[in-house]
């Protein structure tokens, strides 16, 4: 006999949460033949824990006050119970791990969790580190999910600014995941990062270009231009565009991957090869953008070269 089961979920927070999956080398989310988000089906998410905030803070005591040395954000682990019910309850369970198989590659893709509070959704990157089958009969499956976090909470998905030799006029700031294509031009070319430690840019160099180099340069509150604190430079290596092929280099500080692609226009055929070991080992391999305004400058001599700067809006 079918006993029927009853679940209220009064918390708009445990109501929202919802789960897909992105390619870390285009940061786009992965969608099915539809173009919708792969999503997960779960009938009932309860009990999450880990969505707030936490710090650790070496201190040397003193008399009337301490000295902070250190200060450590913590990404701290999310739990929840997910629930199936219905005859096909087991199904979909299997039907879950088999959508967390899919995606637990995570040097090609990591796993979002995210839910909305006060119309503003919340997002984290994480990796799936159990999942334990805690309760099944005949119409209901129970199991308890824990995830890594890989990322801060995010709640804007991402900025594309587009740097161009030119060098006049305005920036177009766009939210993942569009991008300016024609060209975003600055007398500036500023980001400006609002988290409270430094956050990874994916640079994407255009060519033409000979000797590719980017740099970052602090921006001091009162505007003026402050120190480089940030260099990637590559000797003996050309970006072609021509009738023929176009050619890009993405500097990607988000899966720690350089490399070159090359798009044959002819053909539409694409190749990738690996540039890490391209990069001049006296400067840095990727960027960060420390906290506060930052300047980006690229190499983009020649006409119809470009650099686009991708970088996500981290919260607490």
């Known amino acids: 006999m079918q006993e029927n089961y009853e679940y209220i979920n009064g918390d708009n927070v445990v109501s929202t949460i919802q789960f897909d999956a992105i390619d870390i080398s285009t940061r786009q989310v992965v969608t099915l033949a539809n173009h919708e988000a792969d999503q997960p089906t779960i009938d009932f998410k309860l009990f999450p824990s880990g969505l707030g905030f936490q710090q ?42 088999n959508w967390i198989s899919s995606y637990n590659d995570l040097t090609k893709y990591h796993i979002r969790f995210s839910y909305a509070l006060g119309g503003v959704r919340r997002k984290v990157e994480l990796a799936v580190t159990n999942l334990d089958l805690k309760e099944r009969d005949g119409f209901r499956v129970s199991a308890t999910l824990t995830l890594q976090p890989l990322s ?21 700031n766009y939210s993942y995941p569009y991008k300016y294509g024609g060209g975003a031009y600055s007398g500036e070319n500023t980001i400006t990062n609002n ?11 255009y060519g033409p270009m000979s000797s590719p180099f980017v740099t970052i340069t602090a921006i001091n509150a009162d505007g003026s231009v402050g120190a480089q604190y940030g260099n990637v430079q590559f000797d003996n290596v050309t970006l072609q565009n021509n009738a023929e092929v176009e050619e890009k280099l993405v500097i990607d500080a988000f899966s720690n991957r350089i490399y070159l692609e090359t798009t044959n226009k002819q053909t539409g055929g694409t190749s990738v090869k690996d540039m890490f070991s391209s990069v001049n080992k006296q400067f840095n391999s990727f960027l960060l953008a420390n906290p506060g305004k930052s300047k980006i400058a690229a190499s983009l001599s020649e006409a119809g070269s470009k650099c686009e700067v991708y970088y996500v809006r981290y919260v607490l």
């Open 195 to 205: 988290y409270l430690k430094a956050i990874p840019l994916k640079i994407t160099l």
């Open 56 to 97: 650790e803070v070496d201190v040397v005591e003193g008399d009337t006050v301490d000295y902070v040395i250190k200060q450590t954000f913590v990404k701290k682990t999310i739990s929840l119970t997910l629930m199936w019910k219905g005859e096909s309850a087991f199904l979909k369970y299997k039907n879950f791990l």
């Open 152 to 172: 801060p909470f995010y709640e804007e998905e991402g900025a594309t600014t587009t740097v161009n030799q030119l060098n006049t006029g305005k920036i177009y």
